[in-house]
Nanobody, 125 residues
Framework: QLQLVESGGGLVQPGGSLRLSCEVSGVRLTYYSIGWFRQAPGKEREGVSCIGSSGGNTRYADSVKGRFTISRDNDKNMVWLQMNSLKPEDTGIYYC??????????????????WGKGTLVTVSS
């Protein structure tokens, strides 16, 4: 059974960087598209970035374009989210999720099948 485990969250000052990792087990990552999602206190879960099964077809929320980069290594069954120039509004629990498709055309929580438990990112001075 597919399992996802996020890591790399923490407390960082505004303008700082973090790299989130998502380790996938139980399946070959090659067949799955992956997304990063976040949920801030009192808000709905939203899509941050998604990547197709072969590493192409990347999607980014407007709020993170130019600051975040998603990447993956199918041989290592790993997906990463590099977050730079972090802002307080980036605070939230970050989840990685998977779906058995080649491409994610709309990076939205409703389209995902499997979820990790999340890692907390806090951006504060």
């Amino acid at each position: 059974q597919l399992q996802l485990v996020e890591s790399g969250g923490g407390l960082v000052q505004p303008g700082g960087s973090l790299r989130l990792s998502c380790e996938v087990s139980g399946v070959r990552l090659t067949y799955y598209s992956i997304g990063w999602f976040r949920q801030a206190p009192g808000k709905e879960r939203e899509g941050v970035s998604c990547i197709g099964s072969s590493g192409g077809n990347t999607r980014y929320a407007d709020s993170v374009k130019g600051r975040f980069t998603i990447s993956r290594d199918n041989d290592k069954n790993m997906v990463w989210l590099q977050m730079n120039s972090l802002k307080p509004e980036d605070t939230g629990i970050y989840y990685c999720a998977a779906v058995d498709r080649d491409v994610i055309w709309r990076c939205e929580p409703e389209g995902m099948e499997y979820w990790g438990k999340g890692t907390l990112v806090t951006v504060s001075s």
